[in-house]
């Protein structure tokens, strides 16, 4: 079959978009998974009840490494996009060193502008390859130590009080809760949660708030009800009103949305107390790691975060989870569908596989 057609007509089937049949050459497929929801998860963004993500799979010399990048609506991204950016470099990918994977990333990024789903589903693969080859896990091959995981917060999206109660009942397993607020019944869904738990809660507001005051007399109101910090709670674009903010509420205030890639860290550095770090927003588990260290030169606190997606995303998430001080990783606890199994949580802490590379296993 001529190379060309053998292309077109793999690409009608997941898994298929291969290489040319050469033995040493790197074997690379896309693949986008529907994920299904537990809850239909409602955010001051959207609601939804299922997500497509990116996945990628790198085969080389007998080793496949597996990565997946959830793709965020907001930054015009879709698993279908992701899909096109890499078809359209797949030569050179095909010609590549995995064992480069610094430079083939960073060769990427120049040729590919945005797309940091397919970037971080990319990245994720050659690190899992990489670390399969060498015998070991990816927290090693980064140097951490996995006994140094955090807790991981279940986030309970916005409901109404007796489901926001019932979902609470559920994550009984969980030490903290990460609950979602901003739509304008943060009373509601604060006092539903209190009927039935006294542990620590954590907020995110999703650029909810639509002014300053709104936002001040929101914390405070959080603050008296046992809520530690709180994430974005003004638009990406407003940074001056959050030193005004700050100035009036005690809890410490976290960028996610205005802070989304390497170059917003020092952007946001004097507005917020902390940033939320998700790889799927950085393009990788490598851009993450350049995050989270330049975070921390500039003072400020860090949350490992995700998006929803499969147990490949967040496995990866997690395996960097031993250098921040709060993680919200638990984006594959909210489908019902997880392909594969990783990172498990045991009460409430992250553990991460001893197994090679990320340590996926593929659940049946
Ligand atoms: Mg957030």
Not at 229 to 258: C, G, T, Y
Request: with cysteine.
């Amino acid at each position: 079959m001529h190379r060309r057609s053998f292309l077109a007509a793999a690409s009608a089937a997941p898994w298929t978009l291969n290489a040319a049949p050469v033995s040493s050459a790197s074997k690379i497929e896309f693949d986008i998974k529907r994920l299904n929801l537990r809850h239909t998860w409602t955010t001051v963004m959207s609601s939804s009840a299922f997500r497509d993500t990116f996945f990628l799979k790198w085969t080389q010399d007998g080793i496949t490494g597996v990565g997946e990048g959830a793709p965020i609506v907001r930054y015009k991204e879709s698993a279908v996009t992701a899909k096109n950016a890499l078809s359209a470099i797949l030569p050179y990918l095909e010609s590549s060193d995995p064992w480069h994977f610094r430079t083939l990333l960073s060769e990427v990024s120049r040729r590919v502008e945005g797309e940091y789903a397919a970037k971080a589903a990319l990245d994720i693969a050659l690190l899992d390859w990489a670390g399969q080859k060498l015998g070991i896990p990816v927290y090693k091959l980064l140097g951490l130590d996995p006994k140094a995981t955090p807790v991981t917060t279940f986030s309970i999206g916005i409901d109404d009080p007796a489901t926001t109660r019932r979902k609470v009942e559920e994550a009984a397993a969980f030490p903290v809760l990460k609950i979602k607020v901003g739509l304008g019944k943060d009373e509601a869904t604060i006092e539903a949660v209190r009927a039935v738990t006294n542990k620590p809660l954590r907020t995110d507001a999703n650029e909810g708030y639509k002014t300053k005051e709104e936002a001040v007399e929101r914390i405070n109101f959080l603050e008296r009800h046992g809520v530690e910090f709180i994430e974005q709670p003004l638009d990406a674009s407003n940074l001056e009103d959050m030193n005004w903010i700050r100035k009036r509420v005690h809890m410490p205030v976290f960028a996610d949305e205005a802070c989304l890639h390497l170059n917003d860290v020092a952007k946001v550095a004097q507005h917020f107390d902390g940033i939320n770090v998700k790889v799927d927003k950085a393009g990788g588990l490598l851009a993450a790691l350049r995050m989270i260290e330049l975070a921390r030169s500039l003072g400020l606190q860090v949350m490992i975060g995700c998006m929803v997606s499969s147990s490949v995303a967040v496995t990866g998430a997690a395996h960097l989870s031993p250098l921040v001080d709060y993680a919200d990783l638990d984006g594959n606890l909210l489908i019902k569908n997880d392909p594969y199994e990783g990172v498990l949580v045991e009460h409430g802490k992250l553990v991460l596989p001893d197994r090679p590379g990320l340590g996926l296993k593929g659940v049946a």
